[in-house]
């Protein structure tokens, strides 16, 4: 069953959400107790919650629909999931105001003759703002916690190989934003409907298009893949995840700096002035040929190139050296 409600709070538009109770044998045992367990969605977060929650009704929040599901739903229908395969949803629609004329000289979009398939590489680069939402707004949102401002998705073979077929800024529906340069290198304005100059789109849109990308089954690069995907709610297999923080740990160790990498392993001096979604979408696809490079050569100790990687690190304290 479900339950969607409207949400009202001093700082952000009002809402909807829905506190979805899956059927099934979804259970959690708690206190020796085992009781279904509930779960709120609110646009792109999705969390745990107790049914006290659910049915706790105020001011700020106001019932507006509530669902029930027939227990034999899924003999009588079939209710699976059905992969978005839609290659149109890569296409850039920008969500900017009339008047405003978003530039797209950092991507060029997919071409008909491009197919995308199980073979298909792509890197992926996701900058951060920082939202500063209230403690007491109960449901509503996380204090401080991150949200994707810009994604970029780039080529990772053919002859576009390392060219951008999507770089998203995305709108954000929350005023209090902050700009943080260890996360994103994206300016006041950027992420305004009515004055950006950058090509807007929304957080489902931008959801969609890695949805769509996973569903046509390509593999995706980039560096601290995990936690980017975390942010959007999105999921993908270990399969075709090619995490370059990963690919070059060494076990038990914290993962080496992008920066550093570059640096060690392409003489590259990145991230000088903040985070930058293209250029770290191209230097991980960089990276990653550089591991298949150091893999396929019999004559390189990988494990030993890895543990050299890490020497040279501590030496330098992961600074890059001027």
Request: with cysteine; net charge neutral.
């Amino acid at each position: 069953m479900g339950v969607v409600s409207y949400v009202e709070a001093p700082t952000v538009a009002g809402h909807l959400v829905a506190h979805i109770l899956p059927g099934g044998s979804d259970y959690t045992r708690r206190k020796a107790e085992v009781i279904k367990q509930w779960w709120l969605f609110n646009d792109q977060m999705v969390c745990e919650c107790e049914q006290e929650e659910v049915l706790q009704f105020s001011d700020w929040r106001a019932p507006c629909h509530v669902c029930y599901t027939r227990r034999d739903l899924k003999d009588r229908y079939n209710n699976a999931i059905r992969p978005i395969t839609d290659a149109r949803l890569l296409q850039p629609v920008p969500i900017n105001k009339v008047g405003v004329q978003p530039t797209s000289a950092t991507f060029k979009p997919l071409q008909s003759d491009e197919d995308l398939t199980d073979e298909t590489v792509v890197a992926v680069g996701v900058e951060f703002v920082a939202l500063r939402l209230d403690q007491n707004e109960r449901g509503v949102g996380k204090a401080g916690r991150l949200s994707p401002s810009r994604i970029t998705i780039i080529r990772g073979d053919g002859s576009l190989e390392g060219v951008a077929f999507v770089d998203d800024y995305i709108a954000q529906a929350e005023q209090k934003v902050e700009f943080l340069a260890q996360y994103c290198g994206v300016k006041p304005g950027d992420l305004e409907p009515t004055i950006s100059n950058k090509p807007l789109t929304s957080p489902k849109a931008a959801y969609l298009r890695l949805r769509c990308l996973r569903d046509l089954g390509v593999k995706f690069v980039g560096y601290g893949l995990n936690s980017d995907f975390q942010v959007f709610n999105f999921q993908a297999s270990k399969e075709s995840l090619l995490d370059i923080a990963q690919l070059f740990c060494l076990p038990g160790e914290i993962s080496v700096p992008l920066r550093f990498m570059a640096w060690y392993f392409l003489g590259m001096h990145v991230q000088k002035s903040g985070r930058n979604s293209i250029e770290d979408a191209q230097t991980s696809l960089k990276l990653y040929r550089k591991y298949k490079e150091l893999n396929d050569d019999p004559s390189v100790d990988f494990s030993a190139a890895v543990q050299r990687l890490y020497r040279a690190g501590r030496q330098h304290d992961w600074n890059v050296p001027a």
